[in-house]
């Protein structure tokens, strides 16, 4: 039985706040080399082209999903499964297996696709000890050491077209 979200959304807000405190380290697409992407499982389809292109770019890429639904559809079996029913506990706080594996993944820069407030991945995200995080803004919440401001409307092709071109124009030195 799953109770209410207040609890994650309070640890996530905490976890936001102390992060804005925390050293970021600039990273250019060039000089990273893990790269790990989060999305939701629905965009799976969207998403993928995305990771081919990091891939094409010799750039060890992983990919963590979030899946809500009752099922988890076929993917990639290299994928980090999320999964709402069976990865979250009754405060849909990430269990400490899922969050131990997680944070174990090497990322020079965490990419976050999720739309919404998927208050899980956002969870996860903050507790990584990855030091540059970029994503699109969808909250008050400050999350990412590069925010992209978006329209509510746009696509998740055109949110990663505009994070690529950033991180290959930053200049890290």
């Not at 039985?1 to 996530?12: A, D, E, G, P, W």
């Not at 594996?101 to 999720?114: E, G, P, V, Y």
Request: charged residues 30%.
């Amino acid at each position: 039985m799953r109770l209410t979200n207040h609890f994650i959304r309070k640890k996530v807000k905490e976890l936001a706040e102390q992060a804005g405190k925390r050293q970021s380290h600039f990273c250019t697409l060039k000089d990273a080399r893990h790269i790990l992407v989060l999305f939701n499982v629905e965009d799976k389809d969207i998403v993928e082209p995305c990771l081919e292109t990091l891939r094409s770019q010799q750039k060890n890429t992983k990919a963590c999903v979030y899946v809500s639904g009752d099922t988890v559809p076929e993917m990639d079996p290299s994928y980090m499964v999320i999964h709402a029913k069976t990865d979250l506990d009754m405060w849909y706080m990430p269990v400490d297996e899922i969050e131990k594996k997680f944070c174990s993944c090497d990322a020079d820069i965490l990419i976050d696709l999720t739309r919404g407030d998927n208050y899980a991945m956002q969870y996860l995200l903050l507790k990584h000890p990855g030091t540059f995080k970029v994503g699109a803004r969808s909250s008050e919440l400050d999350l990412y050491d590069l925010t992209i401001s978006v329209t509510e409307n746009a696509d998740i092709k055109h949110i990663f077209g505009h994070i690529l071109f950033y991180l290959q124009t930053i200049r890290s030195k």
